[in-house]
T-cell receptor
Framework: GQQLNQSPQSMFIQEGEDVSMNCTSS?????WLWYKQDPGEGPVLLIA?????ELTSNGRLTAQFGITRKDSFLNISASIPSDVGIYFC??????????FGTGTSLTVIP | NAGVTQTPKFRILKIGQSMTLQCTQD?????MYWYRQDPGMGLKLIYY???????DKGEVPNGYNVSRSTTEDFPLRLELAAPSQTSVYFC?????????????FGPGTRLTVT
């Protein structure tokens, strides 16, 4: 199946720092999505990107749809303790098939 | 709205047993999905449905069956449980409009097969 490479695998940061993570693929996607998953819960959609080059914000979160359509980036500014969780990217291809990355585990140290 | 609900939350099965994972949504979504999530991995699509009476295979359908008799319910059936099916199972639903990709997930069912 399709593989999305997500990096870094894990991050340990101080409260207040900014966070960057990315997702890359060998194939083109038409849509990129970013989710956050808390322990014992299902993923929650944070941001959806529908056009190459698109830059979209949701509060302290900003995500970009890469120009090549093979990558996407998520930034979190001024991290707070409740940002802790696992962040997943997902790509959707022309056949409306979803492929998820392996996740970035974020720990915020107060 | 309760959103997407799943039962049970946890289950332990012996090899060869069968069970049905229940999923219900109250958002009147036509699209529903079943995913599995193995430790340290992303979600993989098992089956999906675009409406009542219509289902289709995803990336990893072997060993599973689904049905969709109503808009609200999308049960996932394991007929002969195997250790490889130990995983966390998530059900999701979405609109069938330009927001099709905005999936709403249930809390998951943690299944162990021993």
């Amino acid at each position: 199946g399709q593989q999305l490479n997500q990096s870094p695998q894990s991050m340990f940061i101080q409260e207040g720092e900014d966070v960057s993570m990315n997702c890359t693929s060998s194939s083109i996607f038409n849509t990129w999505l970013w989710y956050k998953q808390d322990p014992g819960e299902g993923p929650v959609l944070l941001i959806a990107l529908y056009k190459a080059g698109e830059l979209t914000s949701n509060g302290r979160l900003t995500a970009q749809f890469g120009i090549t359509r093979k990558d996407s980036f998520l930034n979190i500014s001024a991290s707070i303790p409740s940002d802790v969780g696992i962040y997943f990217c997902a790509g959707v291809n022309t056949g409306n098939q979803f492929y998820f990355g392996t996740g970035t585990s974020l720990t915020v140290i107060p | 709205n309760a959103g997407v609900t799943q039962t049970p939350k946890f289950r332990i099965l012996k090899i060869g047993q069968s069970m049905t994972l229940q999923c219900t949504q109250d958002m009147n979504h036509n699209y529903m999905y079943w995913y599995r999530q193995d430790p340290g991995m992303g979600l993989k699509l098992i089956y999906y449905s675009v409406g009542a009476g219509i289902t289709d295979k995803g990336e990893v359908p072997n060993g599973y069956n689904v049905s969709r008799s109503t808009t609200e319910d999308f049960p996932l059936r394991l007929e002969l449980a195997a250790p490889s099916q130990t995983s966390v199972y998530f059900c999701a639903s979405s609109y069938d409009t330009d927001r099709i990709y905005e999936q709403y997930f249930g809390p998951g069912t943690r299944l162990t097969v021993t």
